[in-house]
């Protein structure tokens, strides 16, 4: 029986169509321009003939694409071009440029003035790291999802490591994360000294491993002051053995604050991890904040909204989006007197010694409580 629903999980995790760079620099203003940096350590694949694939790239290459996100459609849905048929770009993702950086100084140069133009905050980065089984453009056009859903002010920046994009590639994944690390320290540092005084640094799956492994090495470096930039970490369903987790937190400490772990209970892709690798749970799906109790992290549990797979919740629904683009008041309330917490995010807030649970419950459900 096991045997059938690890079969079953691979089969729909394996289903959809993959998403691709589709370059039309005419379908500008007709949806919204999205601005992505981006530093990727992919290689070009001889198979596939894709430059940036799934082979791994010793030399960081650094990049900047406007994503067009289309009007037609619905929050937290990616809606890409149909091979063989014309792109329509009222309802299909399409990239309007993509520019490629001769050197990590005109990268610098680049992402200085982008920072420098922002209005809100200042000088905030947000690096998001994706996760197993996503190629470039998946990445790259997720990032642009959440930016325009989530009406992000910041500057986004994406790191792209090198999945095999693929259901059955797992344990290449899991080596291209532990190749990835210095690509991602390097990008880290590259965005501070762009002129970057906040990073927030957002990773789903498997690149919670990857962002877990990198703030180690930085923590073991010595270098501190580029770990105090770092502003806040947000881990969506992390695809992460619990107990490496933990080790890398003591590495790290203190963590930057705020900590956020989205779960969910229901997650049947971190299930198949977990059959994969033996274990009866990973972070992303623990079953209570009591698991980490002795740590300064806040954990969401988004189970209440799974629809699928139920592996990127926090991205796929309207309902959360609309819940989480208010998401750097949590911070606040969280360190505000603890009979103001009930109702945040729309949720309850427990907490567990230094770990605090957000439960998070449809408005409807909210209602009849």
């Known amino acids: 029986m096991r045997r059938f629903v690890l079969v079953a999980l691979i089969v729909v995790a394996g289903c959809g169509e993959r998403g691709a760079v589709t370059l039309m620099p005419s379908a500008k203003g007709i949806g919204t321009s999205q601005g992505i940096f981006i530093g990727t350590t992919r290689g070009a694949d001889p198979e596939t003939g894709e430059a940036l694939g799934r082979e791994r790239s010793d030399k960081t290459k650094y990049m900047r694409m406007d994503i067009s996100v289309p009007p037609d459609r619905t929050e937290g849905q990616i809606t890409w071009p149909t091979p063989g048929r014309p792109v329509d770009p009222s309802k299909e993702f399409v990239a309007l440029n993509q520019v490629t950086f001769d050197s990590s100084a005109a990268f610098r140069q680049n992402l200085s003035a982008a920072l420098a133009r922002q209005k809100v905050r200042g000088p905030e980065a947000i690096i998001f790291v994706h996760g197993f089984d996503t190629n470039f453009a998946e990445g790259v056009y997720r990032l642009a999802q959440l930016g325009h859903d989530m009406k992000l002010k910041s500057t986004l920046i994406h790191y792209s490591w090198p999945s095999r994009a693929s259901a059955l590639g797992y344990v290449y994944d899991r080596d291209s994360v532990m190749f990835a690390r210095d690509g991602l320290d390097s990008l880290i540092g590259q965005v501070r000294a762009a002129g970057a005084r906040r990073i927030l640094i957002v990773a789903h799956s498997m690149g919670a491993l990857l962002v877990m492994e990198s703030l180690r090495d930085l923590a073991v470096a010595g270098d501190r002051d580029v770990l105090s930039n770092i502003s806040g970490v947000v881990l969506l369903s992390p695809d992460m053995d619990v107990d490496v987790f933990r080790q890398d937190v003591q590495r790290i400490k203190p963590l930057p604050q705020p900590f ?86 729309g949720g309850a807030v427990l907490t567990v010694q230094n770990a605090t649970q957000i439960i998070l419950s449809p408005v409807a459900a909210i209602a009849n409580q």
Not at 302 to 315: C, D, E, K, R, V
Not at 325 to 337: F, H, M, T, Y
């Open 260 to 345: 956020m772990i989205f779960t969910s209970k229901t997650d049947k892709a971190l299930r198949l991890s977990a059959f994969l690798t033996g274990e009866d749970q990973r972070v992303g799906n623990l079953a209570s904040a009591a698991d980490l109790s002795d740590l300064k992290v806040t954990i969401v549990d988004t189970t209440a909204f799974s629809t699928g797979l139920g592996h990127f919740n926090m991205g796929d629904s309207p309902a959360l989006l609309a819940l989480l683009s208010q998401i750097s008041s949590v911070d606040a309330a969280l360190e505000s007197d603890p009979s103001k917490r009930l109702g945040l995010l």
